[in-house]
C-alpha cells in the first residue's frame, strides 16, 4: 500500500524493503500428528495445490449477452485454510486444523527492523540518473500526511535519513561563501585601487560573466548544483582578473599624463594578447575535465565548462566594456583620494624594493636556477609524500553499520543484537535516532546506522563519532559490527569502503589460506579499524546420511525423504490466495518446536511402500559438520573478498596502496582486483593526472600558437611547477588528502599561475622592440610594471577563496582542499615567479626585434 505511493513519484528508479515482511498464509503443521494420521508434508502440499485453485474459465456467451464467469475454487479465508480437507479415513475427515494451526502472518522468519528500539521496515528510494533528490525527498514529505490516514492507529511514517538534507545544507554553504567571496573582492579591489569609480570597472565583470555562464549552463541544461556553485565561487576571483589587467594598465597611462580616451586606446591594446592570452589559457586547463570520461567526469563536466565559461565571457568585456567604462571613470583626478594616494604610494615602495631585489636575483642567476631545480626535484617527493583518495569523507550526519553475526545465528539472536546496538547508540551524546535491518544481504548480517543531530548541535564530527561507536559496539560479545561513513561520491556499489577480491583456480582451502595471512598482516599494520572477509569455515550444517540399503529394502525412495523436509522445513510457498486485491503466498511448514535442534528431525517421519510412516531416524544418521560459509567466484575463478574500514585518519589510497603491497607477495597462480569505493579510486585516480598532463599540452600548444614562438611558451609555463610545488605542501604536511577535489585545485593552478608569466613575457617581448633593449632590461622592466596587476589578481583570487579554507559544516572537507590548494598554490607559486621567471627569461628568451611589434603609441595617434 505504501510502496506503490512512492514508487510514482517522478525520478524514484526502484525502491527497496528493507526489514520488512509480506503477509503469507502460514500453515504451522505438528509433524508427529501427521505421522499418526498417515500424512506427509506433500499431502499437505497436493491438498492445497488441489482445494486452492485459481479458476479462469472465462465467459458465458447468450445471443445477445456475455456474461464472466467466476467459480469459488480457491480459498479466501483463515477459517477455510483450516477447514482444509486433507483426508478421508473411512468416513473420518482429517482437517489442517487437526494437524497443526493457520494464521496470516510473516512470509519469512528471517528479517526484522527496528528505530530507536521500536519495531519498523524500512523504505530506500533509489533516485535515477535524471531524478533529483530534493525533489523526490519534498514530494514524499508531501505524501507522509496522506499515507498516515490509511495506516492502522499507531504506526506511523518517518524519514529517518535522506540525502536531500546534505545536498541542501551543502548548497546553502556554498551560497553563503558565494556572497562572503563577493564581498571579500570588492573590498580588495578597492584597497588596491582607491576609488570606488575605479573598483566599479572590475566589479561590473562578476554580474556579466555570471549570466553569460547562467545562459550557457541553460544551453547546455545543466542545473544549479553544488559543484555548478562552487565554479561560482572561483569565478568570482577569476573573472575579475582580466578586467583588472586593463583597468591598470590604463590607469598607469593617465599617470603618464595621457588622457583617459587615449589612456583607454593604447592601454587596452597594450594588453589585448596578454588577456586573451590568459583568457585561452584557463578555457585550455578547464576543457579536458568536460570531455572526461567515467565519474569524475560526469561530477566535474559542468563545473568545468561553467567556469570556462564565465572565464570567456570575462575576457570579452575585459576587452570591451572595461576600456570604455575607463574613459568615463578614470580621470587625471582618480588618483586624488586618501585611498588611492596611499595604494599608489604602497605599490610604488613595492615596484622599487621588487626590482632591487629582482636586479640581485638576475645577478646571481645560478643561485636562482639553483633554487628552481630543487623545486623541480622535490615534486615527486612532496606527491609521493600526499595521502591519497578518491574523495575526502564528508560528515552527512550519519554513520553506516555493517552487522555480521556468527553463521548458526537466527533472527531471535540478531534480534537480541539489535536491541544492544540501540542501548550503545542512545548512550552517544550526538545520537538522534539508531535503526537496524536484520536479515539483509544474506540471512546472518544486517544493516544499521546513527543519525545524528544537526551539524551546528554538535561539538563532535562525524569522524571523532566513527571511532566512538566503534570502541563501544566492539565490546559487545557474540557479532561483529563495522561503522563506516556514507561513501563521498555517488556511484559506489555499498559495504565497506575497502574491498579486494582475491581469486585462484585452486581450492577454497588455498584461497582460506591466503585470505588469513592477508587479514592478520592487515591487523598488525594498523591501517584499518576492522577487517574482515566473506570465506570462513564456520557455517554449521546439519547432515541427514541415508542408509540408502535399508530405505531401499523399506520402497523408501530418495524423493520421498527430499519431500518430506522440504514440504515441512523448506519454507518453500505452494500458491498463493487472494486478500483485499493483492496475492500472497501459502506456506506450509513444521512448528518451531521441531525445528529448534537437529533432533528435532528425529520425529519426521517418510511413508513406506506400504504407507506406513516411518521415522527418519530408522533410515538416516544425523550428524553435524562445518563448511565453508560462502563458495563465491569472480571472473569464473574461486574467490574470497578482504574486506575493511581504514582507522580514523588513514586515507583510502594508503589502505589500498598497503593491500597492493602485500597482494605481490600472493602465492603463484592467484591475482586480485577490487570492489566498493576501492575500485572507483582505482579506477578515477590516474584519470586527473593525465588530464594535468594534458592540460598543459593544450596550453603550450595554445600558447606557441599566439606567441609564434615554442620557447616563449615554455618560459611560462615554468610558473606551473613552482606553484604546484607550494599546493602540495600542505598536502605533503597532512592537511588535506591528494583527491578529485585537491587534484582539480591542481589543474586550476595551471591558468592561473600562466597569467603572471603571460603578463611578464608578452611585456619584455614588446619592451625588446619598441625600445630596442636586451632580455636582461626587458625582463627587468616588465616585471616591476606588471608587478601591481600579477599581485592585484593574485590577491583577489587568494582572498576570493579564502572562505572556502574556513568552510564548516555541509560538505566543508571538500571545499577546505580545493580552497587550499589553490591558495597556498597561488601564494608561493607568485613569490617564486617573481623571481625565477625573469631568470629563465634571461636564459631562454628570444631576442625581439622592432619589427615584430607595432608601437602601441604610434597606432594610438593614428586613431
Known amino acids: 500500500m505504501v510502496e506503490p505511493m512512492f514508487a510514482g513519484i517522478e525520478g524514484v528508479a526502484k525502491i527497496q524493503v528493507l526489514g520488512g515482511q509480506s503477509l503469507a498464509m502460514r500453515l504451522w503443521l505438528d509433524p508427529q500428528r501427521l505421522a499418526a494420521y498417515g500424512i506427509t508434508g506433500e499431502d499437505v502440499a497436493a491438498a492445497i495445490r488441489e482445494n486452492n485453485f485459481q479458476a479462469a474459465p472465462g465467459q458465458v456467451k447468450g445471443l445477445y449477452v456475455v456474461s464472466d464467469l467466476r467459480v469459488n475454487t480457491d480459498l479466501k479465508s483463515i477459517d477455510g485454510f ?8 473411512n468416513g473420518a475427515i482429517i482437517r489442517v486444523r487437526d494437524v497443526g494451526t493457520v494464521e496470516l502472518s510473516a512470509s519469512s522468519t528471517n528479517t526484522s527492523g527496528s528505530m530507536s528500539d521500536v519495531p519498523a521496515m524500512f523504505l530506500g528510494l533509489d533516485a535515477a540518473p535524471t531524478g533529483n533528490p530534493l525533489v523526490i525527498v519534498k514530494r514524499v514529505r508531501e505524501l507522509i500526511p496522506e499515507i498516515e490516514k490509511t495506516l492502522p492507529p499507531g504506526v506511523t511514517v518517518q524519514i529517518p535519513f535522506e540525502v536531500a538534507t546534505f545536498i541542501q545544507a551543502s548548497i546553502d554553504e556554498v551560497a553563503h561563501t558565494l556572497l562572503e567571496a563577493l564581498a571579500i573582492v570588492i573590498l580588495v579591489i578597492y584597497l588596491c585601487l582607491g576609488t570606488f569609480r575605479t573598483v566599479l570597472i572590475p566589479l561590473v565583470t562578476i554580474p556579466l560573466s555570471m549570466f553569460g555562464a547562467a545562459m550557457l549552463m541553460h544551453v547546455f541544461g545543466f542545473s544549479l548544483n553544488l559543484l555548478t556553485l562552487l565554479a561560482m565561487v572561483l569565478a568570482i576571483g577569476l573573472v575579475v582578473d582580466d578586467a583588472i ?68 565571457i570575462s575576457g570579452v568585456v575585459a576587452l570591451t566594456l572595461s576600456p570604455i567604462m575607463s574613459t568615463k571613470l578614470l580621470s587625471e583626478k582618480t588618483s586624488e583620494g586618501y585611498m588611492a594616494v596611499k595604494a599608489e604610494k604602497f605599490f610604488e615602495y613595492l615596484a622599487v624594493r621588487y626590482g632591487k631585489l629582482l636586479g640581485k636575483s638576475l645577478h646571481h642567476r645560478w643561485i636562482t636556477l639553483t633554487v628552481a631545480v630543487v623545486i623541480f626535484v622535490s615534486l615527486p617527493i612532496l606527491y609521493k609524500s600526499a595521502q591519497s583518495e578518491l574523495a575526502p569523507i564528508e560528515d552527512q550526519n550519519i554513520l553506516l553499520t555493517a552487522i555480521k553475526a556468527p553463521q548458526h545465528a537466527n533472527l531471535h539472536y540478531l534480534e537480541a543484537f539489535a536491541r544492544k546496538f540501540h542501548e550503545v547508540g542512545k548512550g552517544i551524546p550526538e545520537s538522534y535516532s539508531t535503526w537496524i535491518a536484520n536479515g539483509t544481504d544474506g540471512f546472518a548480517n544486517s544493516v544499521g546506522g546513527l543519525n545524528l543531530v544537526k551539524w551546528q548541535d554538535r561539538k563532535r564530527d562525524a569522524n571523532a563519532i566513527q571511532a566512538d561507536l566503534q570502541n563501544r559496539v566492539g565490546q559487545i560479545e557474540g557479532t561483529n559490527l563495522f561503522v563506516f561513513q556514507m561513501p563521498p561520491l555517488p556511484g559506489s556499489t555499498g559495504g565497506l569502503p575497502v574491498q579486494m577480491v582475491i581469486r585462484s583456480d585452486q581450492g577454497y582451502s588455498a584461497i582460506y589460506d591466503a585470505m588469513n595471512n592477508l587479514k592478520k598482516k592487515a591487523r598488525d599494520s594498523g591501517l584499518f579499524a576492522v577487517v574482515d572477509s566473506d570465506l570462513d569455515y564456520n557455517n554449521p550444517v546439519t547432515q541427514v546420511e541415508v542408509d540408502r540399503e535399508k530405505a531401499g529394502s523399506l520402497g523408501i525412495r530418495m524423493s520421498d525423504i527430499g519431500q518430506a523436509l522440504n514440504g515441512l522445513i523448506g519454507e518453500n510457498y505452494v500458491n498463493r490466495f487472494s486478500y483485499y486485491g493483492r496475492a500472497y503466498d501459502v506456506i506450509p511448514m513444521s512448528i518451531a518446536s521441531q525445528r529448534l535442534t537437529p533432533d528435532g528431525l528425529k520425529n519426521y517421519y517418510v511413508q513406506d511402500r506400504n504407507g506406513r510412516q516411518i521415522p527418519l531416524s530408522e533410515v538416516a544418521r544425523i550428524r553435524m559438520k562445518v563448511e565453508p560459509n560462502a563458495l563465491t567466484q569472480f571472473n569464473q575463478l574461486n574467490s574470497a573478498t578482504f574486506q575493511a574500514v581504514p582507522a580514523p585518519g588513514v586515507a583510502l589510497g594508503d589502505a589500498v596502496a598497503f593491500l597492493e603491497r602485500e597482494a605481490a607477495n600472493l602465492p603463484i597462480g592467484f591475482s586480485y582486483d577490487w570492489q566498493s569505493d576501492a575500485r572507483q579510486y582505482i579506477q578515477e585516480g590516474s584519470k586527473l593526472v593525465l588530464t594535468f598532463v594534458f592540460a598543459m599540452i593544450v596550453i603550450y600548444l595554445v600558447l606557441s600558437v599566439q606567441y609564434e614562438s615554442f620557447r ?39 591558468g592561473l599561475i600562466s597569467k603572471h608569466g603571460i603578463l611578464m613575457v608578452a611585456f619584455a617581448n614588446e619592451l625588446q622592440a619598441s625600445e ?74 628570444s631576442k625581439k626585434h622592432v619589427s615584430h611589434v607595432a608601437p602601441l603609441e604610434t597606432a594610438a595617434e593614428a586613431s
Open 712 to 750: 616563449d611558451p615554455l618560459i611560462i609555463l615554468i610558473s606551473v611547477p613552482l606553484s604546484i610545488c607550494g599546493a602540495l605542501l600542505p598536502l605533503a604536511l597532512g592537511y588535506t588528502s591528494l583527491n578529485i577535489y585537491t587534484q582539480i585545485g591542481l589543474i586550476t593552478l595551471i
Open 82 to 89: 483450516k477447514n482444509l480437507v486433507l483426508k478421508n479415513v
Open 772 to 845: 630596442n633593449i636586451g632580455r636582461l632590461e626587458a625582463i627587468h622592466k616588465a616585471a616591476q610594471v606588471r608587478l601591481r596587476p600579477i599581485l592585484m589578481t593574485t590577491a583577489a583570487m587568494v582572498v576570493g577563496l579564502a572562505p572556502l579554507i574556513f568552510a564548516s559544516g555541509a560538505g566543508a572537507n571538500s571545499r577546505f582542499g580545493l580552497g587550499l590548494v589553490i591558495v597556498v598554490g597561488m601564494l608561493i607559486g607568485t613569490t617564486f615567479t617573481l623571481f625565477i621567471l625573469p631568470t629563465f627569461y634571461t636564459v631562454l628568451g
Open 245 to 312: 589587467v586593463v583597468v591598470e594598465n590604463v590607469h598607469r597611462h593617465i599617470e603618464e599624463g595621457r588622457t583617459p580616451f587615449d589612456a583607454a586606446l593604447i592601454g587596452a591594446r597594450e594588453v589585448a594578447g596578454p588577456v586573451i592570452a590568459m583568457t585561452l589559457t584557463l578555457a585550455a586547463v578547464y576543457a579536458p575535465i568536460g570531455f572526461m570520461g567515467g565519474l569524475t567526469g560526469t561530477l566535474f563536466k559542468e563545473f568545468a565548462l561553467s567556469l570556462a565559461g564565465s572565464v570567456v
